[in-house]
Structure formats: C-alpha cells, structure tokens
C-alpha cells in the first residue's frame, strides 16, 4: 500500500511539472535592455559633391549582455537614430546624405548640418522593415555597420561628429 501512494505522489508531482512547463521556462528566461550607442567622426572637404563615407561597427556585446549572448531567444530594436554633435566648419554646408547599416539605405536626408547639429536633431528610422532586418543579424550575432554616406556642398571644410544609438530588448535563457 504504502507504494502505491508513493507511486501515486510521485506521479502527481510529474503530472504538476509538466502541466507548469510554460511557467518554468518564463521563470528562467530574462529580458534585457539595453542602448548601443557609437560616435564616429565625418570629416569633409570644402567644395562641391565632395563624397563622404564614414561608419561604425555595432553588435550587442556589451557589459549588460555579455553573460547572454550564447542564450538570446529574442531580439527587438526598439528605436534605432541618428544625431549630429559637434559641428565646425560652413554653417550653410549641406549634406546630401543616407544613413545605412551594412547596406541597408535607411533614411536619406538632405541636411543643412550646422543647424541639425545645434538643435540635435533626431533621425530616426521608423521603418520596422528594416529595423527587424538589422534586429535579425544583431541576434544572429553579427556586426552590423551603422553609417552615413553621401555629397556635400560647402565653402569651407566640415567637421562633424554623429551619433548612433541603437536600443535593444531582447530575451535570453538563464540556463543552457
């Protein structure tokens, strides 16, 4: 008899583990938040359709994931901009420039960089297309190229420095 009910408790005990799977797994999963920002610096020529090319390398390694990073389940981009700091040079230069990752075109803008960079405007892609195409190699653990491109008209040389800041949210197991 007294096996029986040991048989029946333990089979009990199985019956409530498995019916809980679903909880279990949430219990051992983490979201995490976190921003990836990169500055880099656009030096220009004065002149006319002076082409430009400058990026910088993003992934999501970073002290608040790096103990993740062999777990990520999820990964959602939850904003993904650009800004201009620090600007010298022609305050009626103008930019013809497209913002990419890899070579991905994400925005393409015409911008009179002098009052972009002291009002700190913000570009920003809202294409979720192309968002979740840059979320997909960033989970996928590879390096994404964030950058600007372009032709610029000015009289004297321009110096910039951009600013790109990528946040992420992404899901991770606790246990391997």
């Keep these: 008899m007294k096996s029986k009910i040991n048989f029946l408790a333990a089979f009990f005990i199985l019956i409530n583990i498995y019916s809980c799977g679903d909880e279990l797994d949430d219990l051992l999963e983490i979201d995490v938040d976190t921003v990836l920002i990169?500055?880099?610096?656009?030096?220009?020529?004065?002149?006319?359709?002076?082409?430009?090319?400058?990026?910088?390398v993003f992934n999501i390694s970073n002290k608040d994931t790096e103990k993740y990073l062999n777990s990520v389940k999820n990964l959602a981009i939850k904003k993904l901009t650009f800004?201009?700091?620090?600007?010298?040079?022609?305050?009626?230069?103008?930019l013809k420039g497209e913002f990419y990752a890899d070579d991905i075109l994400l925005l393409k803008e015409d911008i009179l960089v002098k009052t972009a960079s002291?009002?700190?405007?913000?570009?920003?892609?809202?294409?979720?297309?192309?968002?979740?195409?840059?979320?997909?190699?960033?989970?996928?653990?590879?390096?994404?190229?964030?950058?600007?491109?372009?032709?610029?008209?000015?009289?004297t040389a321009m110096n910039l420095d951009v600013e790109a800041t990528i946040s992420v949210v992404f899901t991770a197991n606790l246990v391997n």
Excluded: H, M
């Design 38 to 56: 990169e500055n880099f610096n656009v030096q220009i020529e004065a002149g006319q359709n002076n082409t430009f090319n400058k990026s910088e």
């Design 83 to 94: 800004k201009f700091e620090n600007f010298t040079g022609d305050p009626a230069g103008i």
């Design 118 to 155: 002291d009002q700190s405007t913000i570009f920003e892609v809202t294409n979720t297309e192309l968002i979740n195409q840059i979320a997909t190699k960033l989970k996928a653990g590879n390096n994404v190229a964030l950058g600007i491109k372009g032709t610029s008209s000015s009289s």
